[in-house]
């Protein structure tokens, strides 16, 4: 049962360009969106994240845009270098209570940036 | 700080072998939790604790076993080793589940092979 799906699966674009990663979730009590961002070899880390009160959250050159309506919330890298070249993964959870913190993860995109 | 730690890196063993992971954390964070990541799949949780002395069920908990004896270490134990359970697994630690505490630092992963 896969709560959190994501696409694309992998995504090549030129330096410069600006990718899109796009999920979609479907439990409602879901209210923190975060994105994580994996190297090869090494654990995810997080990138930057939102809650549901906010459209858009900008940290430099990401922008995570959330439609609450759709249940849908997206990635956008401005910008993009070859040094964005990783795996990003979507995720959603229920902060506080007892859910404690569990992460639901999107099934992850691999970024490939060319020079 | 060297933030959240595994043991080993690498591992192979033979189908119905036993084997023990090892997490350690030194950021004194009260939840921990124990993914695997398989291609395609994203992260997967197997099992949590929320503080020492206590261990719960994740999404796919079948097959492992956890133990929490000191809030810095987090044990995963595969009894039986099956091929089904080949993957790499993380070990994540997070401050307490609210919004802005909810990262979760994660480890540098263990590739399992069983064969």
């Known amino acids: 049962q896969q709560q959190v799906k994501q696409s694309p699966q992998s995504l090549i674009v030129q330096k410069g360009g600006i990718p899109i990663i796009n999920c979609a979730y479907e439990n409602t009590a879901f209210d923190y969106f975060p994105w994580y961002q994996q190297f090869p070899g090494k654990g995810p880390a997080l990138l930057i994240a939102?809650?549901?009160?906010?459209s858009e959250k900008k940290e430099g050159r990401f922008t995570i845009s959330f439609n609450k309506s759709a249940k849908q919330f997206s990635l956008h890298i401005m910008d993009s270098q070859p040094g964005d070249s990783a795996t990003y993964f979507c995720a959603a959870s229920i902060a506080g209570g007892t859910s404690y913190g569990k992460l639901t993860f999107g099934q992850g995109t691999i970024l490939t940036v060319h020079p | 700080n060297a933030g959240v730690t595994q043991t080993p890196k690498f591992r192979v063993l033979k189908t119905g072998q036993s084997m023990t992971l090892l997490c350690a954390q030194d950021m004194n964070h009260e939840y921990m939790y124990w993914y695997r990541q398989d291609p395609g799949m994203g992260l997967r949780l197997i099992h949590y604790s929320v503080g020492e002395g206590t261990t719960a069920k994740g999404e796919v908990p079948d097959g492992y076993n956890v133990s929490r004896l000191k809030k810095q270490n987090f044990l995963l134990g595969l009894e039986s080793a099956a091929p089904s359970q080949t993957s790499v697994y993380f070990c994540?630690?997070?401050?307490?589940?609210?919004?802005?505490?909810?990262?979760?630092?994660f480890g540098p992963g263990t590739r399992l092979t069983v064969l």
């Open positions: 939102i809650r549901p009160d906010v």
């Open positions: 994540a630690s997070s401050l307490r589940a609210a919004y802005a505490d909810n990262e979760q630092f």
